[in-house]
Protein backbone atom coordinates (compact mmCIF):
# COMPACT_ATOMS: atom_id res chain seq x y z
CA UNK A 1 0.00 0.00 0.00
CA UNK A 2 1.05 3.40 -1.02
CA UNK A 3 1.76 5.90 2.10
CA UNK A 4 2.34 9.89 1.44
CA UNK A 5 5.25 11.11 3.19
CA UNK A 6 3.51 12.49 6.21
CA UNK A 7 1.82 8.82 6.45
CA UNK A 8 5.12 7.37 7.03
CA UNK A 9 6.49 10.71 8.98
CA UNK A 10 3.31 9.34 11.58
CA UNK A 11 4.50 5.61 11.73
CA UNK A 12 7.78 6.43 12.28
CA UNK A 13 7.42 9.00 15.35
CA UNK A 14 4.52 6.36 16.56
CA UNK A 15 7.36 3.79 16.23
CA UNK A 16 9.92 5.93 18.18
CA UNK A 17 12.22 5.93 14.66
CA UNK A 18 12.66 9.37 12.84
CA UNK A 19 14.21 9.91 10.16
CA UNK A 20 17.76 10.98 11.28
CA UNK A 21 19.46 14.02 9.72
CA UNK A 22 22.76 15.61 10.03
CA UNK A 23 23.68 19.09 8.42
CA UNK A 24 26.78 20.15 7.46
CA UNK A 25 26.88 24.11 7.56
CA UNK A 26 25.19 25.92 9.82
CA UNK A 27 24.79 29.36 7.64
CA UNK A 28 21.99 31.27 6.50
CA UNK A 29 20.49 28.15 4.73
CA UNK A 30 21.24 25.55 7.60
CA UNK A 31 19.29 27.67 9.95
CA UNK A 32 16.30 27.88 7.47
CA UNK A 33 16.16 24.27 7.10
CA UNK A 34 17.21 23.50 11.23
CA UNK A 35 13.33 25.65 11.68
CA UNK A 36 11.82 24.03 9.34
CA UNK A 37 12.82 20.45 10.40
CA UNK A 38 12.10 21.23 13.62
CA UNK A 39 7.95 21.56 12.75
CA UNK A 40 7.74 18.06 10.92
CA UNK A 41 6.84 14.64 13.18
CA UNK A 42 8.68 11.95 13.05
CA UNK A 43 11.95 13.48 11.77
CA UNK A 44 15.39 14.06 14.36
CA UNK A 45 17.79 16.34 13.38
CA UNK A 46 20.29 14.30 14.50
CA UNK A 47 23.44 16.19 14.71
CA UNK A 48 25.08 19.62 13.24
CA UNK A 49 28.45 19.56 12.18
CA UNK A 50 30.33 23.23 12.01
CA UNK A 51 33.67 24.75 12.34
CA UNK A 52 32.30 27.42 15.06
CA UNK A 53 29.90 25.80 18.25
CA UNK A 54 28.86 29.48 18.54
CA UNK A 55 27.76 29.61 15.21
CA UNK A 56 26.06 26.67 14.71
CA UNK A 57 24.20 27.32 18.32
CA UNK A 58 23.65 30.78 17.34
CA UNK A 59 21.71 29.20 14.45
CA UNK A 60 19.15 26.87 16.40
CA UNK A 61 18.48 29.89 18.18
CA UNK A 62 17.77 31.64 15.17
CA UNK A 63 15.64 28.91 14.21
CA UNK A 64 13.27 29.05 17.55
CA UNK A 65 14.86 25.79 19.13
CA UNK A 66 14.97 25.74 23.11
CA UNK A 67 18.14 24.89 24.48
CA UNK A 68 16.35 21.89 25.72
CA UNK A 69 16.49 20.12 22.36
CA UNK A 70 20.07 20.20 21.69
CA UNK A 71 23.66 20.63 23.05
CA UNK A 72 23.80 16.41 23.38
CA UNK A 73 27.43 15.80 24.33
CA UNK A 74 27.64 13.05 21.90
CA UNK A 75 25.73 11.25 19.14
CA UNK A 76 24.38 8.40 21.72
CA UNK A 77 22.71 10.82 24.05
CA UNK A 78 21.17 12.66 20.82
CA UNK A 79 20.00 8.93 19.85
CA UNK A 80 18.76 8.07 23.04
CA UNK A 81 16.96 11.77 24.00
CA UNK A 82 16.20 13.01 20.57
CA UNK A 83 18.46 16.04 21.30
CA UNK A 84 20.96 17.61 18.77
CA UNK A 85 24.56 17.10 19.29
CA UNK A 86 27.34 19.41 17.80
CA UNK A 87 30.59 18.47 16.23
CA UNK A 88 33.30 19.76 14.63
CA UNK A 89 34.12 16.73 12.62
CA UNK A 90 32.20 15.61 9.53
CA UNK A 91 33.65 12.14 10.18
CA UNK A 92 32.01 11.86 13.53
CA UNK A 93 28.47 13.36 12.31
CA UNK A 94 28.22 10.83 9.09
CA UNK A 95 29.32 8.02 10.73
CA UNK A 96 27.25 8.72 13.70
CA UNK A 97 25.05 5.50 14.02
CA UNK A 98 21.28 5.41 12.98
CA UNK A 99 21.94 8.71 10.59
CA UNK A 100 20.21 8.20 7.58
CA UNK A 101 20.22 11.53 5.03
CA UNK A 102 23.21 14.26 4.96
CA UNK A 103 22.85 17.68 3.96
CA UNK A 104 25.61 19.98 3.04
CA UNK A 105 25.53 22.89 3.12
CA UNK A 106 28.79 24.58 3.89
CA UNK A 107 29.08 26.21 0.15
CA UNK A 108 32.76 25.56 -0.12
CA UNK A 109 33.74 23.28 -3.27
CA UNK A 110 36.66 21.28 -1.73
CA UNK A 111 34.80 19.88 1.25
CA UNK A 112 31.15 19.41 -0.30
CA UNK A 113 32.85 16.72 -2.58
CA UNK A 114 35.09 15.06 0.47
CA UNK A 115 31.67 14.90 2.67
CA UNK A 116 29.61 13.53 -0.21
CA UNK A 117 32.22 11.05 -0.82
CA UNK A 118 32.57 10.04 2.99
CA UNK A 119 28.46 9.98 3.17
CA UNK A 120 28.37 7.23 -0.03
CA UNK A 121 31.28 5.46 1.89
CA UNK A 122 28.92 4.69 4.90
CA UNK A 123 26.00 4.88 2.98
CA UNK A 124 24.07 7.42 3.97
CA UNK A 125 22.18 9.50 1.32
CA UNK A 126 23.10 12.65 0.21
CA UNK A 127 21.57 16.44 -0.15
CA UNK A 128 23.88 18.75 -1.70
CA UNK A 129 23.19 22.25 -1.21
CA UNK A 130 26.88 23.39 -2.30
CA UNK A 131 26.22 23.69 -6.63
CA UNK A 132 29.96 24.02 -6.91
CA UNK A 133 30.39 20.51 -5.76
CA UNK A 134 28.12 19.13 -8.13
CA UNK A 135 29.59 21.41 -11.31
CA UNK A 136 32.26 20.12 -11.01
CA UNK A 137 32.22 16.54 -11.01
CA UNK A 138 28.40 16.11 -9.69
CA UNK A 139 27.88 13.41 -12.38
CA UNK A 140 30.40 11.09 -11.26
CA UNK A 141 29.10 11.46 -7.34
CA UNK A 142 25.90 10.26 -8.65
CA UNK A 143 27.37 7.39 -9.67
CA UNK A 144 28.72 6.69 -6.80
CA UNK A 145 25.98 7.13 -5.28
CA UNK A 146 23.31 4.56 -7.03
CA UNK A 147 26.27 1.92 -6.77
CA UNK A 148 26.63 2.10 -2.92
CA UNK A 149 22.46 2.31 -3.16
CA UNK A 150 21.70 5.52 -1.99
CA UNK A 151 20.22 8.61 -3.10
CA UNK A 152 22.26 11.76 -4.41
CA UNK A 153 20.05 14.84 -4.61
CA UNK A 154 20.01 18.39 -5.21
CA UNK A 155 18.36 20.67 -2.86
CA UNK A 156 15.06 21.47 -3.00
CA UNK A 157 13.95 24.99 -2.79
CA UNK A 158 17.59 26.09 -4.81
CA UNK A 159 16.45 27.28 -8.70
CA UNK A 160 17.84 23.43 -10.03
CA UNK A 161 15.91 21.38 -8.94
CA UNK A 162 12.78 23.72 -9.24
CA UNK A 163 13.45 24.21 -12.63
CA UNK A 164 13.92 20.45 -13.39
CA UNK A 165 10.21 19.53 -11.22
CA UNK A 166 8.92 22.14 -14.14
CA UNK A 167 10.92 20.24 -16.92
CA UNK A 168 9.47 17.08 -15.80
CA UNK A 169 6.40 18.10 -15.53
CA UNK A 170 6.25 20.09 -18.91
CA UNK A 171 7.13 15.88 -20.27
CA UNK A 172 4.78 14.36 -18.09
CA UNK A 173 2.03 16.11 -19.91
CA UNK A 174 3.18 15.25 -23.14
CA UNK A 175 4.63 18.70 -23.60
CA UNK A 176 8.27 19.03 -25.78
CA UNK A 177 10.24 21.28 -23.68
CA UNK A 178 11.48 24.23 -25.83
CA UNK A 179 13.58 26.55 -22.63
CA UNK A 180 14.07 26.40 -18.97
CA UNK A 181 15.61 28.30 -16.68
CA UNK A 182 15.22 31.00 -13.98
CA UNK A 183 15.39 35.15 -13.77
CA UNK A 184 19.15 37.24 -12.45
CA UNK A 185 19.55 40.93 -11.97
CA UNK A 186 22.59 40.99 -15.02
CA UNK A 187 23.75 43.71 -17.64
CA UNK A 188 26.75 42.94 -20.28
CA UNK A 189 29.25 44.22 -18.55
CA UNK A 190 28.49 42.46 -15.25
CA UNK A 191 30.76 39.60 -16.09
CA UNK A 192 33.83 42.21 -14.66
CA UNK A 193 32.14 42.20 -10.95
CA UNK A 194 34.87 42.19 -8.16
CA UNK A 195 34.12 42.19 -4.23
CA UNK A 196 35.22 45.98 -4.74
CA UNK A 197 31.98 46.97 -6.74
CA UNK A 198 29.69 44.07 -6.20
CA UNK A 199 27.80 46.08 -3.82
CA UNK A 200 26.97 48.89 -5.92
CA UNK A 201 26.40 46.57 -9.11
CA UNK A 202 23.87 44.49 -7.00
CA UNK A 203 22.08 47.47 -5.85
CA UNK A 204 22.10 47.01 -1.57
CA UNK A 205 21.39 49.71 0.70
CA UNK A 206 23.61 51.74 2.84
CA UNK A 207 22.11 49.95 5.94
CA UNK A 208 22.56 46.65 4.39
CA UNK A 209 25.61 46.80 3.79
CA UNK A 210 26.84 48.09 6.98
CA UNK A 211 25.11 44.92 8.88
CA UNK A 212 27.78 42.89 7.33
CA UNK A 213 25.97 39.94 7.08
CA UNK A 214 26.22 39.11 3.53
CA UNK A 215 29.21 37.36 1.45
CA UNK A 216 30.86 39.87 -0.89
CA UNK A 217 32.44 36.66 -3.04
CA UNK A 218 29.10 34.73 -2.96
CA UNK A 219 27.42 38.08 -4.35
CA UNK A 220 30.09 38.55 -7.15
CA UNK A 221 29.08 34.52 -8.17
CA UNK A 222 25.28 36.02 -8.54
CA UNK A 223 26.30 39.09 -10.35
CA UNK A 224 29.01 38.42 -12.93
CA UNK A 225 27.05 34.75 -14.27
CA UNK A 226 29.05 32.35 -12.63
CA UNK A 227 26.34 31.35 -10.09
CA UNK A 228 23.54 31.17 -12.74
CA UNK A 229 25.91 29.47 -15.09
CA UNK A 230 26.46 26.69 -12.56
CA UNK A 231 23.74 25.94 -11.63
CA UNK A 232 22.26 25.93 -14.93
CA UNK A 233 24.75 23.13 -15.86
CA UNK A 234 23.24 21.62 -13.49
CA UNK A 235 19.69 21.49 -14.91
CA UNK A 236 21.44 20.20 -18.38
CA UNK A 237 22.94 17.65 -16.31
CA UNK A 238 19.49 16.02 -14.67
CA UNK A 239 17.51 17.33 -17.62
CA UNK A 240 19.34 16.58 -20.89
CA UNK A 241 18.86 20.08 -22.14
CA UNK A 242 21.92 21.41 -23.74
CA UNK A 243 23.44 24.51 -23.05
CA UNK A 244 23.78 26.89 -26.07
CA UNK A 245 27.49 26.84 -27.78
CA UNK A 246 28.02 30.49 -25.78
CA UNK A 247 26.73 29.57 -23.05
CA UNK A 248 23.83 32.21 -21.43
CA UNK A 249 22.96 35.26 -23.03
CA UNK A 250 20.31 36.56 -20.31
CA UNK A 251 18.04 38.12 -22.41
CA UNK A 252 15.86 40.90 -20.94
CA UNK A 253 12.24 39.11 -20.48
CA UNK A 254 9.21 39.83 -17.98
CA UNK A 255 7.13 36.60 -17.20
CA UNK A 256 4.63 37.74 -20.06
CA UNK A 257 7.31 37.59 -22.65
CA UNK A 258 8.77 34.27 -21.83
CA UNK A 259 7.16 32.50 -24.57
CA UNK A 260 7.78 35.01 -27.08
CA UNK A 261 11.28 36.11 -26.61
CA UNK A 262 12.75 32.45 -25.30
CA UNK A 263 11.91 30.45 -28.77
CA UNK A 264 14.41 29.93 -31.33
CA UNK A 265 15.53 32.98 -33.61
CA UNK A 266 13.94 31.59 -36.25
CA UNK A 267 10.93 32.02 -35.22
CA UNK A 268 11.33 35.50 -33.49
CA UNK A 269 13.00 34.43 -30.45
CA UNK A 270 16.47 34.39 -28.97
CA UNK A 271 17.78 30.97 -28.99
CA UNK A 272 20.06 29.06 -30.96
CA UNK A 273 18.02 26.05 -30.84
CA UNK A 274 14.76 24.10 -28.81
CA UNK A 275 15.56 21.66 -25.90
CA UNK A 276 18.30 24.58 -23.48
CA UNK A 277 18.38 26.79 -20.97
CA UNK A 278 18.33 30.38 -20.51
CA UNK A 279 18.17 33.34 -18.01
CA UNK A 280 16.09 36.18 -18.14
CA UNK A 281 17.32 39.25 -16.90
CA UNK A 282 14.98 42.03 -14.69
CA UNK A 283 16.94 44.94 -16.58
CA UNK A 284 16.79 45.93 -20.03
CA UNK A 285 20.31 46.91 -21.33
CA UNK A 286 20.04 50.09 -20.54
CA UNK A 287 19.50 49.51 -17.07
CA UNK A 288 15.87 50.31 -16.58
CA UNK A 289 13.64 47.46 -15.10
CA UNK A 290 11.78 44.97 -16.68
CA UNK A 291 8.21 44.66 -15.44
CA UNK A 292 6.92 41.92 -13.90
CA UNK A 293 10.48 40.59 -14.26
CA UNK A 294 11.18 36.82 -12.85
CA UNK A 295 14.45 37.61 -10.94
CA UNK A 296 13.16 34.76 -7.78
CA UNK A 297 11.90 32.95 -10.04
CA UNK A 298 11.95 29.43 -12.28
CA UNK A 299 10.48 28.85 -15.30
CA UNK A 300 9.71 26.47 -18.57
CA UNK A 301 8.80 27.35 -21.93
CA UNK A 302 7.05 24.35 -24.49
CA UNK A 303 5.61 23.65 -27.37
CA UNK A 304 2.04 23.95 -27.92
CA UNK A 305 1.52 20.37 -30.07
CA UNK A 306 -1.81 20.92 -31.81
CA UNK A 307 -5.37 23.11 -31.97
CA UNK A 308 -7.03 21.18 -29.59
CA UNK A 309 -4.72 21.61 -26.92
CA UNK A 310 -3.77 25.52 -28.11
CA UNK A 311 -7.58 26.37 -27.46
CA UNK A 312 -7.43 24.33 -23.94
CA UNK A 313 -4.64 26.45 -22.93
CA UNK A 314 -6.56 29.74 -24.01
CA UNK A 315 -9.51 28.75 -21.81
CA UNK A 316 -7.20 28.14 -18.97
CA UNK A 317 -6.05 31.47 -19.45
CA UNK A 318 -2.82 30.89 -20.47
CA UNK A 319 -0.73 33.01 -22.61
CA UNK A 320 0.45 32.01 -25.84
CA UNK A 321 3.27 33.48 -28.11
CA UNK A 322 1.43 35.35 -31.65
CA UNK A 323 1.99 32.20 -33.56
CA UNK A 324 -0.29 29.95 -30.88
CA UNK A 325 2.74 27.29 -30.71
CA UNK A 326 4.59 28.17 -27.44
CA UNK A 327 3.56 28.76 -23.81
CA UNK A 328 5.19 28.82 -20.03
CA UNK A 329 4.51 28.06 -16.98
CA UNK A 330 6.58 29.60 -14.38
CA UNK A 331 6.56 30.19 -10.56
CA UNK A 332 7.37 33.47 -9.49
CA UNK A 333 9.80 32.54 -6.18
CA UNK A 334 12.53 29.95 -4.77
CA UNK A 335 12.25 29.43 -1.20
CA UNK A 336 15.92 27.78 -0.87
CA UNK A 337 16.40 27.07 2.65
CA UNK A 338 12.74 26.91 3.78
CA UNK A 339 11.82 23.78 1.30
CA UNK A 340 15.19 22.15 1.76
CA UNK A 341 13.23 19.52 4.01
CA UNK A 342 11.56 18.10 0.86
CA UNK A 343 14.94 16.62 -0.46
CA UNK A 344 15.47 15.29 2.90
CA UNK A 345 12.39 13.45 2.80
CA UNK A 346 12.12 12.27 -0.33
CA UNK A 347 15.61 10.92 -0.25
CA UNK A 348 15.22 9.55 3.31
CA UNK A 349 11.61 8.03 3.02
CA UNK A 350 11.09 7.18 -0.70
CA UNK A 351 14.67 7.02 -2.10
CA UNK A 352 13.83 9.63 -4.43
CA UNK A 353 16.27 12.41 -5.72
CA UNK A 354 14.71 16.23 -6.18
CA UNK A 355 16.97 16.52 -8.92
CA UNK A 356 20.33 14.69 -9.64
CA UNK A 357 22.96 14.81 -12.10
CA UNK A 358 23.16 11.99 -14.18
CA UNK A 359 24.45 13.45 -17.13
CA UNK A 360 27.28 15.06 -18.11
CA UNK A 361 25.95 17.80 -20.72
CA UNK A 362 26.57 21.50 -19.06
CA UNK A 363 29.81 22.96 -17.90
CA UNK A 364 31.15 25.90 -16.32
CA UNK A 365 34.41 26.99 -17.28
CA UNK A 366 36.52 30.25 -16.61
CA UNK A 367 36.68 33.32 -18.52
CA UNK A 368 39.05 36.11 -18.00
CA UNK A 369 37.47 39.13 -15.88
CA UNK A 370 40.17 41.46 -17.30
CA UNK A 371 43.45 41.11 -18.92
CA UNK A 372 45.82 38.97 -17.05
CA UNK A 373 49.43 38.41 -17.13
CA UNK A 374 52.00 35.68 -17.38
CA UNK A 375 52.55 34.60 -13.59
CA UNK A 376 48.73 35.74 -12.23
CA UNK A 377 47.58 33.43 -9.62
CA UNK A 378 43.86 32.59 -10.60
CA UNK A 379 41.50 33.31 -7.25
CA UNK A 380 38.11 31.69 -8.30
CA UNK A 381 34.71 32.65 -9.12
CA UNK A 382 33.21 35.81 -6.72
CA UNK A 383 37.24 36.69 -7.08
CA UNK A 384 39.59 39.62 -9.57
CA UNK A 385 40.47 37.29 -11.94
CA UNK A 386 37.84 34.81 -13.38
CA UNK A 387 33.98 34.57 -13.88
CA UNK A 388 32.00 31.12 -14.97
CA UNK A 389 30.16 30.61 -18.65
CA UNK A 390 27.81 27.96 -18.96
CA UNK A 391 28.92 25.39 -22.02
CA UNK A 392 28.60 22.48 -23.50
CA UNK A 393 30.42 19.65 -21.83
CA UNK A 394 31.27 18.13 -25.03
CA UNK A 395 32.77 21.58 -26.39
CA UNK A 396 34.59 22.46 -22.92
CA UNK A 397 36.18 18.82 -22.28
CA UNK A 398 37.30 18.80 -26.06
CA UNK A 399 38.58 22.31 -26.37
CA UNK A 400 40.49 21.43 -22.79
CA UNK A 401 39.20 24.37 -21.39
CA UNK A 402 39.46 24.75 -17.38
CA UNK A 403 36.26 24.29 -15.24
CA UNK A 404 36.06 27.13 -13.12
CA UNK A 405 35.85 24.80 -10.12
CA UNK A 406 39.64 24.33 -10.71
CA UNK A 407 40.85 28.13 -11.66
CA UNK A 408 41.76 28.86 -7.93
CA UNK A 409 45.25 29.19 -6.71
CA UNK A 410 46.75 28.05 -9.96
CA UNK A 411 49.09 30.21 -11.80
CA UNK A 412 48.85 31.17 -15.30
CA UNK A 413 51.88 30.28 -18.11
CA UNK A 414 50.71 32.87 -20.72
CA UNK A 415 48.94 36.11 -21.19
CA UNK A 416 45.13 35.68 -21.45
CA UNK A 417 43.13 38.62 -22.58
CA UNK A 418 39.76 39.51 -21.13
CA UNK A 419 36.63 37.42 -21.80
CA UNK A 420 38.79 35.04 -23.12
CA UNK A 421 38.36 31.21 -21.93
CA UNK A 422 40.92 30.27 -20.11
CA UNK A 423 42.13 26.52 -21.23
CA UNK A 424 44.36 23.76 -19.38
CA UNK A 425 47.43 24.67 -21.36
CA UNK A 426 47.65 28.61 -20.01
CA UNK A 427 47.87 27.37 -16.19
CA UNK A 428 50.61 25.45 -14.24
CA UNK A 429 48.39 22.80 -12.53
CA UNK A 430 49.50 19.27 -10.89
CA UNK A 431 47.71 15.83 -11.74
CA UNK A 432 47.76 14.69 -8.44
CA UNK A 433 45.71 17.26 -7.08
CA UNK A 434 42.74 15.56 -5.70
CA UNK A 435 39.99 17.63 -7.76
CA UNK A 436 41.74 17.19 -10.52
CA UNK A 437 42.04 13.52 -10.87
CA UNK A 438 38.36 13.55 -9.56
CA UNK A 439 37.50 15.46 -12.48
CA UNK A 440 39.84 13.53 -14.77
CA UNK A 441 37.61 10.16 -13.65
CA UNK A 442 34.52 11.96 -14.26
CA UNK A 443 35.12 12.76 -17.88
CA UNK A 444 36.74 9.49 -18.42
CA UNK A 445 33.58 7.77 -16.99
CA UNK A 446 31.48 9.95 -19.23
CA UNK A 447 33.21 10.16 -22.24
CA UNK A 448 30.15 8.85 -24.23
CA UNK A 449 28.23 11.95 -23.48
CA UNK A 450 30.82 14.28 -24.47
CA UNK A 451 31.60 12.71 -28.00
CA UNK A 452 30.61 14.41 -31.38
Known sequence: MNRSITQILAER????????????G??????????????????????????????????MKRAGWPEERYKARDYEEAKRTGKTFFTEDVNKLIAADGMDVIVEATGVQDAGIRHAIKAIEYHR?????????????????????????????MAYGDQPALICELVEWARSCGFDVVCAGTGSRHLPHFYSTTPDNVWEIQGFSAERIARGEDNPRLYTTFADGSKTSIEMALVANDTGLTPQPEGLAFPPCSVDDLQ????????????????TIECASNMEHDGTPVPRDIRKGVYVVFEVPNDLIKRSLEEFGMKLDSSGRYAANYRPYHLV???????????????????????FIGDVV????????????????????????????????QGSELPIGLACDIRLKRPVAECEIIHWDDVVYDESNFLIRLRREMETKFADHIKG
Open 26 to 59: AGKEGAMLISQLGRVPGVHLYGVADLSFDKAQAA
Open 366 to 397: ARAKRNLSLGEVLDGDGGYTVYGTLRPAKLAV
Open 260 to 275: TILRPRSEGGVLTHKG
Open 125 to 153: HIVMLTAESDVLVGPLLAEKAAAAGVVYS
Open 13 to 24: KVAGNPLRVGLI
Open 337 to 359: GLELSVSVLRAGLLGQATGSSTY
